[in-house]
Structures are given as C-alpha cells and as structure tokens.
C-alpha cells in the first residue's frame, strides 16, 4: 500500500480549541509578539518542541499503576535498569530527572576549567553545562552538515580529519572525553552513520579518549541507519541500537525525546571511577541512584517507551509524516531543508521572507505569520536565538534563520499535517504582507524565551 498509516487507534482525546484570528491577533499582542509567552491552550497545533510532548501508549499508561514507589531498590529501578542494559549493554545507569540533569553532573564531576570537549554538534544545554564548568564545547560537523541545500544521507557525521587534527593540536590531555549527538537536533535532526561513529571510536582509541553519546533520539538514528546505510537492511532497530552503543564509552539522554516519556533521563557509563564520581553527586543533587529524581512510575512508563521507540513499524509512520510535511511543502516551491530530519521541518525564513534582513528577525515573522493565520506555534532558530553582540555592542545575525516545525510524538494525525500545510502556503502566499520586528526589551542569556517585539512597520 503507497499509504503509511498511524500504527495505533485512539481511545482517548484531548480537545483542541480553535479560536478565531482576531482573537490569535490579540492573545499574540498581549505575548508580546513573542509565542514563548502565549498559554498553550490558545495554540491549535503546538509544534513548539518533541520534548516530552509525546502521547503515551496504553501499555505505558498500565506500567504506570504498578510503579514501585519504594525509595531504593524498587522493581520499577529494576525494570529501567535491566531494559538499558538490553539496549546498551552498558556497565552503570543512573536514571535522572531530565536530559541536562545529567550532563551537568558529568560536566561537574569530569571537567575542569581549560579542557576541550569535541562533539558533532553541541544542544545548547549541553554546551551550557559544559561552559558552566570552565571547559570549551566544539563543533567539527562534517562539511556537508552545513550546508543546508546539500542532500547527503548523514548529514549529522563528525569530520574525522578535523577531530584528528583537534586532538593533536589541543593535545588528548586536554581532552577528558569527546561526544557524538544522534540524531544531531541543532544541525536538523539529521542522523550520524555507523561507520562515522565506528570512525570517531577508531580515533579516540588510539589517544584513550572515551566516546559519550547524547543519545537522546538513538532509535531515531537507528531508523535512519537502516534504510540508508548499506548492511543494514535486515537487522532490527534494536540490533543497530545494539551496535551503535557498543561503541560508546558512556551515553546521556533525555528519556522525553525516544524514551516516549513526559519527563526523565539518564546517565550510562562503563567506567567504575566514573560511575562513582556521578553517583555521589547523583545523590547530592537529584536523589538515590535507583530512582535519580523520578518517581517509580516514571521509570516504568519509560521502561516501555524505549522499545516502544524501537519498533520498525512507529519509526516507519514517525519518519512519514516528517517526509510527507517536507515533501508538500517543497513541491510548492516553500523553501524546506533536505532532507528531512528525524524529529522536525526546518523552514528557511531568509529565502521564505527576503525582504527582512535578518536584524529585523525574518524567522519571528514567519513564526508569528504561522500563529496569526492558523494557531500554529513553532521556533525560531536564527538571529533572536543564536545572534551575538561584538565587541561595540552591534547585533551581529546568526548564519541561518530557520523555522523550525517539530513533531510531538504520537500527537497529530494526517489531518493535522494536512492543516498545518494549508496554512504554510496561505503564508507563503502572503509573504510579502509581512514586516520585521524590533525587540523593546530582552535579557542578558537565552533572550528568545522572554524578550518582548514590535512590529517594526
Ligand atoms: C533535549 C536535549 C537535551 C537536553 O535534555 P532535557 O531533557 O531537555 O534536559 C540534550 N541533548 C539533546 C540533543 C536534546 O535534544
């Protein structure tokens, strides 16, 4: 059959409400043109993030009533543990509230100030926690991970020559571990191959430097590896997972990405030191090792959800409506990145709306376009995201403006995506009605979630 269909039927709703554009045009003025600040329920279809926005199964939702909310030792902690280690075969899990509880614990018990960390590309949490504690967070994407009008199969690749290089030139010393992020969420979501991390492996070895995976969408990456790279046709997703983290030396995530969960995380790692090292801070931060701030029923739901995220066919349907999404889109000539990633449809807002230069944030006015005409609340990830000020305090743009449109998991049906490109092309249609913006007030860091805009018009 041509047509992939949703692998689940629904036994329970959550109503959306629909109000009317005037009213959208209001509830943004008193946002401050700014969507980080509208309430949720005044969206229609909330593409604001994956994370930990995902509908669970029913068998999560039956994992959750026999959560064992002992304090240590719980059957819950025992099922997390034994299902990590089935998928990962790795030493020493630690389970946490979230993603970046559990870089920043291995930043803290790991790094010092003046050490390098490589990684394909940082999350900004983990570039964060890593500057936090004094160290240097890099990027060495390969060339093609770029350049988004390329079209290769693994756009996520480390560049091995740039990490050979790296490390001779920053000596291994100062190198306490490198990191891979698969799939690589601010390059795309686009995936990493197996030969790239069996590559970075090779390199590593030789100067003793361990590999930790951000695995946050593991499964996600092993869908990608088996339909685009060769010898991996016939194995299972759990198989590739297998093999990708026999690779690595330690891993973090966060379980609200393929852990299907609304909250969670872990920390991996083979290392005895290590484990020790993050375990004591574990307790002193987040709680005893065998719950890591969750609760029994979270480690549960979880348990489920990542082999839930494992099957062929959910990351089969996942994977069509992010391609179905682009595909409509590109054939009305809607500027997309290709290919698709994993989790997202990034949207070029500086070919979409040329007539913004970037200090007037083309990506806040094809975001605020989006919510105006049919309630729908993306991202930007462009100047009001990643620009900068020099040293005169002059607003330097960022490289790209992009929209970025990401997929809950498990959310929205086909009529949803069906919706949402009809109010693309109405934009689109009338790009040339929309103007830029000024901010008028925003703070010192992480100014996207809270500064406030004008229309500059
Ligand atoms: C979401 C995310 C994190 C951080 O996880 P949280 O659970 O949000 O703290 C880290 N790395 C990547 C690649 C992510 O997508």
Redesign the pocket.
């Known amino acids: 059959m041509r047509t992939i269909i949703e692998p689940f039927r629904i036994k329970m709703t959550e109503p959306i409400k629909i109000i009317s554009k005037e009213e959208r045009i209001e509830k943004l003025k008193k946002a401050h043109y700014n969507v980080f600040l509208l309430d949720a329920i005044d969206c229609t279809i909330d593409l604001l993030t994956d994370?930990g926005t995902g509908a669970m199964s029913a068998q999560q939702w039956a994992a959750i009533m026999i959560g064992d909310e002992s304090y240590a030792g719980s059957q819950s902690w025992k099922k997390f543990e034994a299902t990590i280690k089935k998928i990962t075969a790795i030493k020493h899990i630690f389970p946490t509230h979230?993603?970046?509880?559990a870089?920043g614990l291995l930043a803290m018990s790991r790094l010092k100030a003046g050490d390098m960390i490589p990684n394909n590309s940082h999350?900004d949490?983990?570039r964060a926690n890593i500057e936090f504690a004094g160290a240097t967070a890099v990027n060495l994407l390969c060339e093609e991970g770029r350049d988004p009008s390329i079209e290769a199969p693994f756009k996520g690749n480390m560049d091995i020559e740039k990490l050979t290089s790296f490390i001779q030139t920053h000596g291994a010393e100062n190198i306490p571990f490198a990191m891979l992020?698969i799939t690589n969420?601010t390059g795309g979501g686009q995936p990493v191959s197996l030969a790239n991390i069996r590559a970075v492996k090779t390199v590593l070895s030789q100067y003793n430097i361990p590999l930790v995976l951000?695995a946050?969408?593991f499964a996600e990456n092993a869908y990608f590896i088996s339909k685009r790279e060769k010898g991996y046709q016939d194995k299972s997703l759990l198989e590739i997972a297998q093999e990708i983290f026999s690779l690595a030396d330690a891993a973090?995530m966060?379980l609200?990405?393929d852990g299907l969960a609304n909250i969670g995380?872990f920390f991996i790692c083979n290392n005895d030191e290590w484990a020790e090292d993050f375990k004591n801070l574990l307790i002193l931060r987040e709680g005893f090792p065998t719950y890591g701030g969750l609760a029994g029923r979270d480690l549960e739901a979880i348990s489920v959800g990542l082999m839930e995220a494992l099957d062929m066919d959910y990351q089969t349907y996942r994977h069509a409506t992010v391609d179905y999404l682009t595909q409509k889109l590109d054939m009305k000539g809607i500027p997309v990145i290709k290919p698709s990633g994993g989790h997202a449809v990034f949207i070029d807002a500086k070919t979409f709306m040329p007539h913004i230069p970037p200090l007037a944030y083309p990506g806040i006015a094809l975001i605020n376009a989006l919510y105006i005409e049919g309630g729908i609340r993306a991202v930007e990830l462009g100047t009001v995201m990643f620009g900068h000020f020099d040293d005169k305090g002059k607003e330097q743009p960022s490289e790209l403006e992009l929209v970025r449109l990401a997929f809950p998991r498990r959310v929205y049906t086909q009529s949803h995506f069906d919706y949402i490109i009809e109010v693309v092309e109405k934009v689109w249609e009338e790009r040339h009605t929309y103007s830029g913006l000024n901010i008028t007030k925003q703070p010192q860091m992480l100014r996207h979630f809270s500064c406030h805009f004008e229309n500059n018009t």
């Open positions: 994370s979230q993603g970046r509880a870089e999350f949490t983990t992020t969420n951000d946050c969408r973090t966060s609200k990405k995380g």
